[in-house]
C-alpha cells in the first residue's frame, strides 16, 4: 500500500478548493459565493490573484485552508491533468471528487500521527487497517472512494481518535 501526498501542491491542481465549496456569510472569506462557482479572485492561470495579501483582504478562511493533497491527486489522478476550464461539464464531477477524498485525505493525516505514537497492538493494528481502507488499490474514479469499505473506515475515525487521547498526552 502506497499513501498518496498529503500535502497540497497548488501547480497540479485546478483550483478545485477555489470553485468547489461556498463562502458563506459567518465564515473567514472577504465575499460571498455559492458551491461550484469559481471565485472571483481566481486568474485565468488557476492562481489566486490576491494570493499576496488574501488575509489583508479578509480572506483568512483561504489562510487557513488545506486540502492535504486531494485537489492534485483529483486532478492529476483522478482526471489525468484536464481541467474544469478545458471541458466545463467536468466541474461538477471534479469539485465532487474533491469533496469525497478531502476528508479521506485529513484521515490519512490523523492516522499518520496515530502511527507515530506509543499505541498498544491492538490500536497500531486499527491505525494499520484503517489506514489501508482508506486506500483503495489502485483507484480510477471517485466511486473506488465512494465504496462502503472506505466511507466506513472514515465514519469510524472519531471513535478511533478517542481511544488515542491516553497516548497523546503520554506521548508528549
Ligand atoms: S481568494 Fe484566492 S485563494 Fe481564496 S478562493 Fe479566491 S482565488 Fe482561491
Not at 463562502?23 to 485565468?44: I, Q, R, S, V, Y
Request: aromatic share 8%; net charge negative.
Amino acid at each position: 500500500m502506497t499513501l498518496p501526498e498529503l500535502k497540497e501542491d497548488c501547480s497540479r491542481c485546478a483550483a478545485l478548493c477555489c470553485l468547489a465549496y461556498p463562502f458563506e456569510e459567518h465564515e473567514d472569506f472577504g465575499l460571498l459565493k455559492d458551491a461550484d462557482t469559481p471565485c472571483p479572485n481566481l486568474g485565468p492561470d488557476f492562481r489566486c490573484t490576491i494570493h499576496s495579501g488574501l488575509a489583508a483582504c479578509g480572506f483568512g478562511g483561504c489562510v487557513a485552508y488545506s486540502c492535504a493533497g486531494a485537489g492534485q491527486r483529483v486532478t492529476q489522478a483522478l482526471f489525468d491533468g484536464e481541467t474544469w476550464r478545458d471541458d466545463p461539464d467536468l466541474l461538477p464531477h471534479m469539485t465532487y471528487a474533491l469533496r469525497v477524498l478531502r476528508p479521506i485525505h485529513e484521515a490519512l493525516l490523523v492516522l499518520e500521527e496515530a502511527a507515530a505514537l506509543h499505541l498498544p497492538g491492538s490500536l497500531r493494528s486499527r491505525c494499520a487497517a484503517l489506514t489501508r481502507a482508506l486506500c483503495p488499490p489502485a483507484p480510477t474514479s471517485v466511486w473506488d472512494f465512494t465504496e462502503d469499505s472506505v466511507q466506513d473506515a472514515l465514519a469510524e475515525l472519531p471513535e478511533f481518535v478517542e481511544r488515542l487521547a491516553p497516548f497523546a498526552q503520554s506521548s508528549r
